[in-house]
């Protein structure tokens, strides 16, 4: 849904108030006009057509590796906490920031553990709790974020990682001190301090975990991770920690966004929204379009490796590059009545879960937990409606995701 009038070229501002509520809406211009485009004020290129997106993606000249360079330039002085130099070597293990040949390795290895079959065990544990968490909401208004699509992902991750159940509580609060440093970038000092504290304990708390499934193996993700080979090969201790961490954030709040925004779009699309609650919904056909329609994975980032010319653009080594994928998915180039939401929309390539070799690895199980989540949330209340006033989009980037979303039930 439009809500705002396209911006154009020269008064792009990528976290003005609309371009966060309304991205689609706001740089459809941009992509019209000028789809490779230098911003002055970010000082990074956005590239928002569909098809430059998917050929930046596959093009190793845009660099995944940004994590390294940001280390030795901004941390490497003797000033630098220890800590949160930590919290960023643990960060430059994670294979979304890897370059060939180490980050195939590293994913090869982590997909030993992180199977179909793996995923598939979990549905009936997802179904279970899904109908928990919606029992458990209390009559009138409701936040959804909050009760039902923030706590699935983040007890399933933690169930499958194997956290014991008695060091949740703890184990989400460290994960919810690192977050902005995942969700927000990399930019901002003056939150170093508690994502530090909060890297240092899930740190701390991961070697335990190795240590116990070390001695007591178990059906679990750390044990297969822990035993996955490949001839001699195995992972490090570090890259254990990166994988693991990795997962968590990566699992986290982009599922919980998912379903979120799935059941935004349905409320605004009450014909789609009946067709879902009476079963008329191919649900491989509807996540895709979910994903496509407006996503969790707003934009992406990389960093040029060397000086070349892309679409007739000079762009210069270690110039950033915002690849907006949310915009690239309703290109009307790529896709019929792309600012609909048609949940029987043939299967087209969208690129919500990226595109190319660092293509989402938890994709399936995103999918697993928003295609029990939405449909059991539109069915479980007939009338089920939007709270009156605006809706909060977060202020970031890379995360399209609102703060809340207040339902009424009733
Ligand atoms: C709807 C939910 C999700 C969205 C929108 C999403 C989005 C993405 C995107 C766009 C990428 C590519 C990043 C890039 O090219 O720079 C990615 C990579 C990745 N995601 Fe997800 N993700 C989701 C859920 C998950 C889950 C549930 C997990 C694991 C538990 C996960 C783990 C990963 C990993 C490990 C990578 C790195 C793959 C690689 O570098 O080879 N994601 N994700």
Excluded at 85 to 111: I, N, T, Y
Excluded at 314 to 326: A, D, E, Y
């Amino acid at each position: 849904m439009t809500v705002n009038a396209p911006a154009a070229p020269e008064s792009i501002d990528l976290m003005s108030l609309e371009a966060v509520s309304d991205p689609q809406g706001y740089f459809a211009q941009l992509r019209a006009t000028q789809p490779v485009y230098w911003d002055p004020q970010y000082r990074s290129w956005l590239i928002t057509s569909h098809r430059h997106v998917a050929e930046a993606l596959r093009d190793p000249r845009f660099s995944c590796d940004r994590i390294e360079p940001y280390i030795r330039k901004k941390l490497s002085g003797p000033d630098t906490d220890p800590l949160v130099r930590q919290a960023f070597d643990v960060l430059s293990g994670w294979m979304v920031f890897k370059e060939e040949p180490d980050h195939s390795r590293l994913r090869r290895l982590c997909m030993q553990a992180f199977t179909p079959q793996s995923i598939a065990k979990l549905r009936a544990r997802a179904e279970i709790l899904t109908a928990e968490l919606l029992d458990a909401v209390a009559p009138g208004e409701f936040d959804l974020i909050a009760s039902v699509a923030a706590p699935l992902p983040s007890i399933i991750i933690a169930e499958m990682m194997g956290v014991p159940v008695e060091d949740r509580l703890r184990f989400e609060q460290w994960t919810a001190k690192v977050s902005p440093l995942v969700s927000t970038g990399l930019d901002d000092p003056t939150r170093y301090g508690s994502v530090a504290e909060g890297m240092d304990a899930l740190v701390t708390y991961f070697r335990q975990l190795f240590q116990r499934y070390t001695e007591q193996p178990a059906d679990n993700l750390i044990t297969a991770l822990l035993r996955a080979r490949e001839q001699n090969d195995a992972l490090s201790e570090a890259e254990l920690m990166a994988t693991c961490t990795l997962m968590l954030f990566g699992g986290h709040e982009t599922t919980a966004n998912f379903i979120a925004n799935g059941v935004l779009a349905l409320l605004r699309h009450p014909g789609q929204l009946a067709a879902m609650r009476e079963d008329r919904v191919d649900m491989k056909l509807a996540l895709e379009e979910f994903m496509r329609y407006d996503g969790p994975g707003k934009t992406v980032v990389r960093v040029a490796s060397e000086d070349f010319e892309f679409e007739g653009q000079q762009i210069q080594k270690g110039q950033r590059v915002f690849l907006m994928l949310s915009v690239a998915n309703r290109d009307p180039l790529a896709y019929e009545d792309a600012e609909l939401l048609k949940l029987d929309r043939p299967p087209g390539r969208h690129l919500g879960f990226g595109f190319g070799m660092h293509f989402c690895l938890g994709a399936p199980l995103a999918r697993l937990e928003a295609g029990i989540a939405i449909p059991a949330i539109v069915k479980r209340w007939p009338g089920l409606t939007l709270a009156p006033g605006p809706l909060q989009w977060l202020p970031f980037l890379g995360t399209r995701g609102m703060r809340e979303l207040r339902l009424r039930r009733a």
